[in-house]
Nanobody, 115 residues
């Protein structure tokens, strides 16, 4: 079992920045990659960014490339999502995910971008 706890969401004006954190605990040795999904109201959940635990290979959805950066601190078992130049359309609940033979999800943190 892996437990994930997200933090760092909130309200920010368009053009601003936020950093999300996701702390993992439990069977962390089994995790192959971690990432962030988001779900806006009335829309499907979409994958935002991922990072492998070994090698730190990253992927991003096109809409956040150049604005968001995913990183990890293996010593702290924590993954971060630095979000810059935030847009109204980035408003969503952001969920952390950890992938092993199973998928583990955090409870989500709200990010609201205002004009």
């Amino acid at each position: 079992q892996v437990q994930l706890v997200e933090s760092g969401g909130g309200l920010v004006q368009a053009g601003g920045s936020l950093r999300l954190s996701c702390a993992a605990s439990g069977s962390i040795y089994s995790i192959n990659s971690m990432g962030w999904y988001r779900q806006a109201r009335g829309k499907q959940r979409e994958l935002v960014a991922t990072i492998t635990t070994k090698g730190g290979v990253t992927t991003y959805v096109d809409s956040v490339k150049g604005r968001f950066t995913i990183s990890r601190d293996n010593a702290k078992n924590t993954v971060y999502l630095q979000m810059n130049s935030l847009k109204l359309e980035d408003t969503a609940v952001y969920y952390c995910i950890a992938q092993s033979n199973w998928s583990y999800w955090g409870r989500g943190t709200q990010v609201t971008v205002s004009s």
